[in-house]
């Protein structure tokens, strides 16, 4: 089963729409193509019927909003000064008079600004063709449509004009002017938007167009393809069912043939297996007899094992127990020697520490008689050196001896007597 995609663009929206088609029948496939045309177009006429009532409502609601502005109580605040004011309003009495004297054979005093009719209205085939006589030439009737659209145009101008110089001179504003062009700006905006909406469509619609027209040669291609390798095929069965015939009753001949060769050569075998299945049945019986008497044997050598290690489980035993006695006295001859040892290091250490005083004291001592000798050298190396100093220079004990004098003369004596 295969899947027909399409897409309708309008102001950025996208609807797609989507629809299955079963089977390779063509007749289907144009059939599901013609239902999405029809989807795309009730698609494309319910945007526009929404774009129209939306721009309806914005038409609407301007209108009230420009209603209840002009019936309101409060003035609108002006704009221009009452200098350019004057000068606005002469400009806009003369275009007004020009306008005037241009569309005289139209004019029929306040003519009312005519709405365009609505987007959907207009592109609609039946619009066009209403609006276009067919007695008359295209290109006739499109330059009159031309001029109608002038005139119509200037009539508008000249009413929006005329209100606008009211409004100048009442107020010194022009919003009017601005209100109308604003409007006639986003009209003409969407109306924009709506032909490159409807001109995209149209090239998706020819796209789709031209990829249905490939697709149903493809497969009015694939389908004359399939006749002739139906038609191949069944020429094929058909000589392929007489051959088959003939191969079956060939090959039921044979099968008899082959099944008589086999049953002869079954009896044969069936007779051999018969002989070898009762020797087989003498060798089973003389094995099971011998296996009777080797589990009789096992048994036996199990029981003397058992009992074998029933001694030896005993013997070890009695050994572990013994084994546990002896360890259980070299544990406790362990600790005894333990604390013998922890007592000999206890001693050991207080014996080295008691050498250690007593080496120190010694040394000790050997320094004090050390140092007492080296006094006592010291002492003799002083007194030495004392007592040459006193011999030397006559000291003490050692002290030199005076000369006497020899006696001094009177002379020296009188004088010494003055």
């Given at each position: 089963?295969?899947?027909i995609m399409f897409?309708?663009?309008?102001?950025?929206?996208?609807?797609?729409?989507?629809?299955?088609?079963?089977?390779?029948?063509?007749?289907?496939?144009?059939?599901?193509?013609?239902?999405?045309?029809?989807?795309?177009?009730?698609?494309?006429?319910?945007?526009?019927?929404?774009?129209?009532?939306?721009?309806?409502?914005?038409?609407?609601?301007?209108?009230?909003?420009?209603?209840?502005?002009?019936?309101?109580?409060?003035?609108?605040?002006?704009?221009?000064?009452?200098?350019?004011?004057?000068?606005?309003?002469?400009?806009?009495?003369?275009?007004?008079?020009?306008?005037?004297?241009?569309?005289?054979?139209?004019?029929?005093?306040?003519?009312?600004?005519?709405?365009?009719?609505?987007?959907?209205?207009?592109?609609?085939?039946?619009?066009?063709?209403?609006?276009?006589?067919?007695?008359?030439?295209?290109?006739?009737?499109?330059?009159?449509?031309?001029?109608?659209?002038?005139?119509?145009?200037?009539?508008?101008?000249?009413?929006?004009?005329?209100?606008?110089?009211?409004?100048?001179?009442?107020?010194?504003?022009?919003?009017?002017?601005?209100?109308?062009?604003?409007?006639?700006?986003?009209?003409?905006?969407?109306?924009?938007?709506?032909?490159?909406?409807?001109?995209?469509?149209?090239?998706?619609?020819?796209?789709?167009?031209?990829?249905?027209?490939?697709?149903?040669?493809?497969?009015?291609?694939?389908?004359?393809?399939?006749?002739?390798?139906?038609?191949?095929?069944?020429?094929?069965?058909?000589d392929t069912k007489?051959?088959?015939?003939?191969?079956?009753?060939?090959?039921?001949?044979?099968?008899?043939?082959?099944?008589?060769?086999?049953?002869i050569v079954i009896?044969?075998?069936?007779?051999?297996?018969?002989?070898?299945?009762?020797?087989?049945?003498?060798?089973?019986?003389?094995?099971?007899?011998?296996?009777?008497?080797?589990?009789?044997?096992?048994?036996?050598?199990?029981?003397?094992?058992?009992?074998?290690?029933?001694?030896?489980?005993?013997?070890?035993?009695?050994?572990?127990?013994?084994?546990?006695?002896?360890?259980?006295?070299?544990?406790?001859?362990?600790?005894?020697?333990?604390?013998?040892?922890?007592?000999?290091?206890?001693?050991?250490?207080?014996?080295?520490?008691?050498?250690?005083?007593?080496?120190?004291?010694?040394?000790?001592?050997?320094?004090?008689?050390?140092?007492?000798?080296?006094?006592?050298?010291?002492?003799?190396?002083?007194?030495?050196?004392?007592?040459?100093?006193?011999?030397?220079?006559?000291?003490?004990?050692?002290?030199?001896?005076?000369?006497?004098?020899?006696?001094?003369?009177?002379?020296?004596?009188?004088?010494?007597?003055?």
């Open positions: 089963m295969s899947q897409e309708v663009t309008r102001n950025g929206q996208v609807t797609q729409l989507q629809e299955s088609v079963g089977g390779n029948d063509v007749g289907d496939l144009i059939k599901a193509l013609k239902t999405m045309k029809e989807a795309s177009n009730d698609a494309l006429t319910k945007l526009l019927q929404e774009e129209t009532a939306k721009n309806a409502r914005k038409a609407d609601e301007k209108a009230s909003t420009n209603d209840s502005f002009s019936l309101a109580s409060s003035k609108p605040k002006p704009k221009f000064n009452e200098i350019e004011s004057a000068m606005i309003n002469s400009v806009l009495e003369e275009t007004i008079f020009k306008l005037i004297i241009v569309n005289m054979e139209e004019d029929q005093g306040s003519t009312p600004i005519v709405k365009k009719p609505p987007m959907h209205v207009r592109f609609d085939p039946s619009y066009k063709s209403r609006m276009v006589n067919e007695n008359q030439a295209v290109d006739v009737a499109m330059g009159m449509m031309i001029l109608v659209k002038l005139k119509n145009d200037i009539s508008n101008l000249r009413k929006l004009l005329s209100d606008t110089h009211v409004e100048m001179a009442e107020y010194g504003s022009f919003e009017t002017l601005q209100t109308f062009m604003d409007n006639d700006i986003q009209s003409e905006m969407e109306e924009h938007q709506l032909i490159r909406d409807s001109i995209l469509n149209e090239k998706k619609l020819r796209a789709l167009q031209s990829q249905l027209d490939g697709e149903t040669r493809e497969r009015k291609s694939m389908l004359k393809q399939l006749n002739d390798e139906i038609f191949d095929l069944e020429t094929r069965a058909q007489v051959e088959n015939d003939v191969k079956t009753r060939l090959v039921q001949k044979w099968e008899n043939t082959r099944h008589e060769q086999a049953r009896e044969g075998k069936e007779s051999a297996l018969i002989k070898s299945s009762k020797e087989a049945r003498d060798n089973i019986d003389r094995e099971l007899r011998l296996r009777s008497e080797i589990d009789v044997y096992i048994n036996y050598c199990i029981d003397q094992i058992n009992d074998k290690i029933s001694f030896w489980m005993d013997k070890y035993q009695r050994e572990i127990k013994a084994f546990d006695g002896d360890i259980t006295r070299h544990k406790e001859n362990i600790a005894e020697l333990k604390v013998k040892y922890e007592e000999m290091v206890i001693l050991y250490k207080h014996r080295e520490k008691e050498i250690k005083i007593c080496a120190e004291s010694r040394k000790e001592r050997e320094k004090q008689k050390a140092f007492a000798n080296k006094q006592h050298r010291s002492a003799i190396v002083i007194q030495a050196w004392w007592r040459g100093t006193m011999v030397r220079k006559g000291l003490g004990p050692f002290k030199k001896k005076k000369k006497s004098k020899p006696p001094k003369s009177s002379k020296k004596g009188g004088k010494k007597g003055k």
